[in-house]
């Protein structure tokens, strides 16, 4: 995804130099374009939810939205500091956050290991603040959850890709790995954009290397 609002800062912000924000949400969509399904909950019983950034948002989260066990998808940002962004001010870097998909899956049809799986596999965890040629803050790969089970997950998954990209003679992940990071959702035409424009910008691209966790390996 091109920049369009000027040149990024290329480093996180601290929080005192991030964006003030606002109090109040941004305007979104109410439903999945797709679906009809509720963005902003509540969530099903029995399901859960996850956030994974891995470059441009759009392509992103098509991924996802497309898998069994899949409830529903919205993009954002998260992992910063500036309340309420919109998506001018994300893009100067300066707000912190990465731009990111909010998953809500059922984990008797998808388990946690097979959805980062696919994490894993449709993006290049080792580029840093970047992802191809999306340059910034804004397209860091990251992994936020919400219980010590679900972290403990995520670092067992990159600890297992890890092995398998050296083995390929590729780099270090560079994945953030967090959780209970506050998610704020984009503007409504961000939401499941290439439904919406087909012929959008994608910008998803792995490393070819197979993800051992997920397969039963």
Request: hydrophobic share 35%; glycine share 12%; with cysteine.
């Amino acid at each position: 995804m091109l920049n369009l609002f000027g040149r990024q800062k290329p480093d996180m912000p601290t929080e005192a130099e991030a964006l003030p924000g606002r109090a109040m949400p941004i305007a979104t969509d109410e439903t999945h374009f797709i679906s009809g399904r509720p963005l902003h909950g509540p969530i099903p019983d029995g399901h859960r939810e996850i956030l994974v950034a891995m470059g441009c948002f759009w392509g992103a989260e098509r991924v996802f939205w497309q898998l069994d066990g899949v409830y529903v998808t919205s993009v954002g940002y998260a992992g910063g500091f500036t309340p309420n962004p919109t998506y001018q001010e994300t893009c100067t870097g300066q707000t912190g956050h990465t731009e990111i998909v909010r998953i809500v899956y059922d984990p008797a049809v998808l388990s946690l290991s097979a959805l980062l799986q696919v994490f894993w596999e449709n993006h290049d965890p080792t580029q840093g603040m970047r992802q191809g040629n999306d340059m910034g803050s804004q397209y860091r790969s990251a992994i936020y959850v919400d219980s010590e089970a679900d972290y403990q997950t995520a670092i067992t998954s990159r600890d297992a890709y890890q092995k398998a990209l050296f083995a390929a003679g590729l780099g270090t992940i560079t994945t953030e790995i967090g959780r209970d990071k506050t998610y704020y959702w984009a503007e409504d035409y961000h939401q499941q954009y290439l439904a919406k424009n087909p012929a959008g910008y994608c910008g998803i691209g792995g490393t070819g290397v197979t993800c051992p966790i997920g397969t039963g390996a």
